[in-house]
């Protein structure tokens, strides 16, 4: 018997790949998609690469026509959108992946302050941030999950393993971001025009872009105490990808294998993080359209470690791991729907 699902805000991007991805998956059915704006269009209209997969209708976000929809939820909405509705989702029962950022945070003051105020703060303590090569136990008996944000899905997989063993530094962490235009989302801004990011590059938001807390939280309750990191983003002209550069200091000096075997301990089983091996760096090309965390490192001396990691922002930044999310809650096969390898080049 197949699970009802609906996908909540289905006309963005990260919308429209759980759509895609779900249409794939053997035990869903997709019950309901929602969409302000496009209400009342069949979704293959929007967007016709889904034809003949799924003639449903949009539809207009109505929380009680939904809960006798759906079994389960997955929310695709904007930040303090989804608080609004989800509690209701909680109430009936209903098993939530969030993939906005409003129950990513423990700290309800964290979020206030880069976010806005919270209208369910009371849901902050039982949900589960949603890193599933980390988090895997908790997932599996959450009712409300919170799908990291695309660049802290890069960061923090390969620093969470060495800050819990204990082997780098809590000052000097420098995370150098550079993403694709997707990660803007679809709705229409002039920085995202293709005259204005073509043949262009550039950082934004530095020192001041809401997924820098975010990673620095989870890095902090590795650690057991605060701690800050440096993260700049940056646009570059591609359509989807993650690329980040992390810099940081080993407590002491370590050799190459030494930190591959830190890895392997925690991701030597894990289907979907993948570590290259020496003199072989990531590349985004390499994950597109995959639920893949590919990352390397080099060593400059002996106490500099710097780690490259590639994700697809829309795939295991966001509607990917989402799906994985959901599997594990259900008791499904982690990998269902997901393994599909990179579209290259």
């Known amino acids: 018997m ?13 919308g429209l790949e759980l759509v895609r991805l ?21 979704l293959e209209q929007l967007y016709p690469s889904l034809m003949p997969r799924l003639n449903i209708p949009l539809e207009p976000l109505q929380p009680e026509k939904i809960v006798r929809k759906a079994d389960f939820i997955f929310t695709a909405l904007p930040h303090k959108e989804a608080m609004e509705v989800i509690p209701f989702f909680m109430e009936n029962k209903k098993r939530v992946v969030d993939l906005s950022a ?39 008996s959450a009712r409300l999950v919170a799908n990291p944000g695309c660049y802290p899905t890069s960061a923090l997989i390969p620093l969470l393993p060495l800050m819990r063993e204990g082997l780098i530094a809590h ?10 235009v997707s990660g803007a989302g679809r709705s229409a801004h002039v920085t995202s025009l293709f005259c204005e990011v073509s043949e262009s590059f550039k950082a934004y938001s530095v020192a001041r872009h809401r997924h820098q807390p975010e990673i620095e939280e989870q890095l902090s309750l590795a650690a057991k105490k605060p701690l800050a990191i440096t993260f700049v983003p940056h646009l570059v002209p591609m359509n989807r990808g993650i690329l980040s550069t992390i810099y940081t200091d080993l407590i002491k000096p370590l050799i190459l294998d030494e930190v591959r075997a830190v890895f392997k301990k925690h991701y030597g089983k894990e289907n979907f993080v993948r570590i290259f091996p020496d ?38 930044g966001a509607a990917g791991q989402a799906i994985q999310n959901m599997n594990i809650m259900l008791g499904i096969k982690e990998e269902t729907a997901l393994e599909q390898i990179a579209i290259y080049p």
Do not use: M
């Open 2 to 14: 197949k699970i009802n699902v609906a996908v909540i805000g289905a006309s963005g991007y990260s």
């Open 22 to 42: 779900l249409s794939q998956h053997p035990q869903v059915k997709i019950t309901a998609v929602t969409s302000e704006r496009y209400a009342g269009q069949p």
């Open 102 to 140: 409003d129950f990513r945070f423990k700290d309800r003051r964290l979020y206030e302050k880069w976010y806005q105020k919270h209208s369910a703060p009371k849901l902050l303590a039982s949900a589960v941030y949603g890193l599933p090569e980390l988090n895997r136990a908790r997932i599996k």
């Open 171 to 180: 000052a000097g962490i420098i995370v150098d971001s550079k993403s694709g």
């Open 279 to 316: 003199g072989l760096l990531p590349q985004t090309g390499w994950v597109r359209g995959s639920n893949y965390c590919d990352f390397g490192f080099v060593l400059d001396g002996r106490k500099k470690l710097i780690i490259i990691s590639a994700i697809d922002n829309l795939v295991k």
